[in-house]
Each structure stands twice: as C-alpha cells, then as structure tokens.
C-alpha cells in the first residue's frame, strides 16, 4: 500500500503538463466569467490605498468604504457620459478619419515618387489598410466605454470582498493544514500586487491627463477619450504606452499636420520618459521583481488567455504566482526564472552561504 501511495506521490513531470492544459483550457473557456470577478478583486486592492488611509484617520471601516465608493461612483459619473458620448462621436466620425488618413498617405507616396522611388499605392493599400490603427482604437475605445459601464457593480463587488476583509484570515485559518504559511503569502501578494497597482495607477492618471492638457492646448478632438485611453493603456508595461500612441499621432496628424506631430511627439516623449525611465523604475524597483522576458512574456500569454484583460493584469497576475512558487523548494527554480537577475543573485548567495 505504502509503494502504490509513493508512486502517486512522485508523478511523471507529463502528468503536471497534462493538469496545467486542462486548467489553462479551462481558464480560456471561462474567460467571460472570470474577467470580471479578476477586475473586481484587482479594483479592491486599488481602492484600499484610500480605504485604509481613512481607517488611519479614525473612519470606521464601513464607513470609510461607503465614502471611497460613493466618491468614485461621482468620479465616474462626472467623466462616464463625457466619455460616452466623445466614443460614439468618434465612432460615427471613423470613416471619414479614415478617408482623410488615405488622402495624405496618398499625397506622402506621391511626393516621394517624385523623388524617384516608385512606390506603388496598390502594394501600400494592401499592406497598410486606411485607419487599422483607428479600427484597433475605435474598438478598443467601445471596450473602455462597456467597461465604464459594468464599473459601477465591479466597484460593488470590490466593496463586499473590502467589507469581509477580516474574516478571511479566520475562514482561512479553519480550512487550511498550515494557515500561517499561506496566510503569510497571501499578505507579501497582496502587499506587492496593491503597491505596483497603486504606482501604475498614479503614473497612468499623470501620463493620461497630462496628454489630455496638450491635446486641449493644441485643440484636438477628444482630448480626454485619448487620455484616457494613455492611462488605461500604461497598465501594460513596455509596449501599453506605445500601442496608446499610435491611434493619437494619426489623429494628431489628420487635424494639425506633420508640425502638430512633431510638437505633440516632443511632448509625448517627455511625458513617457520621466514617467517610464525616471518615476516608475525608481518605485517600481523593489515592487515587481520580475525579468523584462518575464513580463513580456506574461503579457502574450496572459492575453491570449484571457484577452485585453489579461495584459491588463498580466504583471499581478504574475507576481502573485511568482510569490507562491518561492514558498515551495522544489518549485523555487521557476520562481528564480520569473525573477530579475539582482534576484538570482541574491538566491545564488543564499545557496552558497554567502
């Protein structure tokens, strides 16, 4: 009896592979279900930072997460129909964006056959369809709108998962073999995921608006639909900022001209660099802990998983599973992996005594 238990004990490294596909499948299956309860718990550690500052200050618990509710709720009230109505303008407006777009595309290859390069319109129709970038936009714009609209009851979720935050330890005690363990690695998760969120939040609210105010200044459309769209965007690390900017250049380029592009570029390059390179790194450090490759990596997979939502959440999602395969010895290695080089070094010392 002992030898058969000890046969399952130890498995064949296939039969992981096997459990982790169907789990995967499953996941991708029930991508609709699971979104939403992912962006309210992710939404509860948001909005804890607020919640806990009031507790700090003496509020009562429920009442400190009626204030932060209610308040978002007046935030999101007061930019929802703005929003709203600034995506379906803009979506109704698409095709003639797109046929502008096609008109100087045209008018940019006829000037440089002119210079002798020969360059067919038909190859470039082809290849680069007027308004692709536009098309991603409006679309993903229409999604940021819907989402806009589920806020509301994400935000109550997040409020009920907030209000029972006390009990869990206690159900967790009563249900788990070494609650301590894994209450312990629920709190440096949580702690880690909150903090990242907390920072990409106020850099995505300073990256967004700050675009906005140029977009304003220079007296483009939709200014706040195209900030917004940056602040969303910069949750995805290393490409979110640059996919943002794509549909604003052209957009850009189709009110204000080339000199328009080049003023707005100038001033969207300093906004993602000192926010990317200066602000984000310096608070960010300590926080992630996870290799470029990693992140890059989580980003595919995580959104061929579940979709735009999952490179949303990609990075906590990754965080959160490279935190729990530290806790285990034989799956520190995959943990070692996810991490940053500084972090392979510091297990390296630890193995060797140093």
């Known amino acids: 009896m002992s030898e058969s238990n000890s046969k399952y004990t130890k498995m064949h490294p296939m039969f992981y592979v096997a459990a982790a596909v169907i789990v995967i499948a499953g996941i991708k299956i029930g991508a609709a279900i699971i979104n939403p309860i992912l962006m309210a718990i992710f939404f509860s ?10 507790k700090k200050k003496g509020v009562n618990g429920t009442f400190a997460i009626i204030i932060v509710v209610f ?36 008018s940019a290859i006829e000037s440089m056959n002119d210079f002798g390069l020969n360059i067919s319109k038909d190859k470039i129709n082809d290849k680069l369809g ?9 679309r993903l ?15 109550l979720i997040a409020a009920f ?28 998760i949580s702690r880690n995921i909150r903090y990242y969120l907390g920072i990409k939040t106020l850099t995505g609210i300073i990256g967004g608006t700050s675009v906005a105010v140029v977009l304003v200044v220079m007296n483009v459309q939709y200014a706040v639909v195209w900030g917004l769209l940056v602040w969303v965007m910069r949750y995805i690390p290393n490409i979110g900022s640059a ?51 990693a992140v890059f990596l989580s980003l595919v997979f995580w959104g061929w998983i579940l979709g735009d939502i999952g490179m949303l959440l990609a990075v906590p999602i990754t965080m959160g599973m490279k935190i729990s395969l530290e806790t285990r010895e034989n799956s520190k290695w995959m943990a070692i992996m996810l991490g940053s080089e500084k972090g392979a070094k510091e297990a390296l010392n630890d193995k060797n005594g140093g």
Do not use: C
């Not at 550690?45 to 009031?54: A, E, F, G, S």
């Not at 714009?141 to 935000?155: D, F, R, Y």
């Not at 006390?166 to 894994?182: E, G, Q, R, T, V």
């Open 161 to 188: 998962i907030l209000g029972e935050t006390n009990s869990y330890p206690i159900k967790l005690k009563a249900i788990l073999k070494f609650p301590d363990m894994s209450l312990n690695n629920i709190t440096v």
């Open 141 to 155: 714009l229409t999604k940021i709108g819907s989402l806009l609209g589920q806020i509301t009851l994400l935000i």
């Open 243 to 293: 996919i943002a900017s794509i549909p604003i250049f052209l957009f850009v380029l189709i009110q204000n001209g080339i000199m328009g592009v080049v003023y707005f570029g100038i001033a969207f390059a300093v906004i993602n660099f000192t926010l990317g390179q200066i602000i984000e790194p310096k608070f960010l450090a300590r926080g992630m802990k996870l290799s470029t490759l």
């Open 130 to 138: 007027s308004g692709v970038a536009f098309t991603y936009a409006s």
């Open 45 to 54: 550690i948001i909005i804890y930072h607020p919640i806990n500052w009031l």
């Open 71 to 106: 308040g978002l709720l007046i935030v999101l009230a007061g930019i929802g129909g703005t929003v709203t109505k600034s995506v379906i303008e803009f979506s109704h407006n698409l095709p003639s964006y797109k046929q502008e777009l096609a008109s100087i595309r045209d």
